[in-house]
């Protein structure tokens, strides 16, 4: 849990100190006691110990006395999904 919403990451190591997930970029939508962020970010592959292809995930948090804590996550697993959304997006907003 992060006490600002700057300070919130996705970055994740285990017990030893191994990072298993990277965080690449990160959009703050919006502030606030309920913010929402956009994460860009690699897992590292279990098989392989190398970082694989990026995925977004969009988190809701919500600030409970001086932490914000998580409360529902979506996550796009692929490129080829992050750009269906995108292109079904444009088209509904379309002006």
Not at 7 to 21: A, F, H, P, R
Not at 57 to 76: A, C, D, L, P
Request: proline residues 1%.
């Amino acid at each position: 849990m992060a006490e600002t919403i700057d300070g919130i990451t996705v970055n994740y190591e285990d017990e030893s100190g191994k990072q298993l997930v990277k965080e690449l970029d990160k959009v703050i939508l919006t502030r606030g006691s309920w913010t929402t962020i956009v994460f860009m970010y690699q897992d590292r592959d279990r098989k392989t110990d190398q970082f694989g292809d990026p995925k977004v995930t969009i988190r809701r948090y919500k600030k409970s006395g001086n932490q914000f804590r998580q409360q529902s996550k979506f996550n796009i697993s692929s490129k080829k999904q992050a750009l269906q959304i995108a292109d079904i997006l444009t088209k509904w907003f379309a002006e």
